[in-house]
């Protein structure tokens, strides 16, 4: 007794190697998976799922969007409050001075490139030091054991 009807079908070249291809990662027959391609399309609810599909997507892209503006806001603010501070405690210097500070600023220049290559190097970033800092700041107001973590010193 047979199930099935056959029927005879045409493809692109390249769409039929893609069939092929996944019916040999999946380990089933061609058949089986035009035959699941189709009964997806002509399914009430693929559109559904699909749509399924793409809202975890944008939702997962919304909270990923959400973490790099919060980590922008605190960007910004941490620029802004460094400037305000170094504007605040610099002096202006003298012609005769300004040479000086100018060698020792490119000077201290090169050593934070350096000490932010090893940082990005290592992979960890400021915020997420941050945070863990605040941790264990807190775990430690509470005095509970808290373990270091390091980070690159820049020498100024």
Do not use: H
């Amino acid at each position: 007794m047979q199930t099935k009807t056959r029927m005879n079908v045409y493809f692109e070249p390249a769409l039929l190697n893609r069939v092929e291809a996944l019916a040999l990662r999946r380990n089933v027959s061609k058949s089986a998976v035009i035959e699941a391609a189709v009964a997806s399309f002509l399914s009430g609810d693929a559109a559904e799922q699909l749509e399924a599909v793409f809202s975890r997507r944008m939702d997962k892209l919304s909270r990923q969007i959400d973490g790099v503006d919060e980590d922008l806001a605190i960007l910004g603010e941490t620029v802004s409050m460094f400037i305000r501070f170094w504007l605040t405690i610099t002096p202006p210097l003298s012609e005769s001075a300004q040479t000086s500070a100018r060698a020792k600023g490119a000077e201290r220049f090169e050593g934070f490139v350096q000490a932010l290559g090893r940082r990005l190097a290592k992979g960890d970033r400021f915020l997420n030091e941050l945070s863990r800092d605040l941790v264990g700041a807190r775990m430690a107001d509470d005095g509970q054991s808290v373990g270091g973590a390091g980070s690159d010193d820049i020498s100024v």
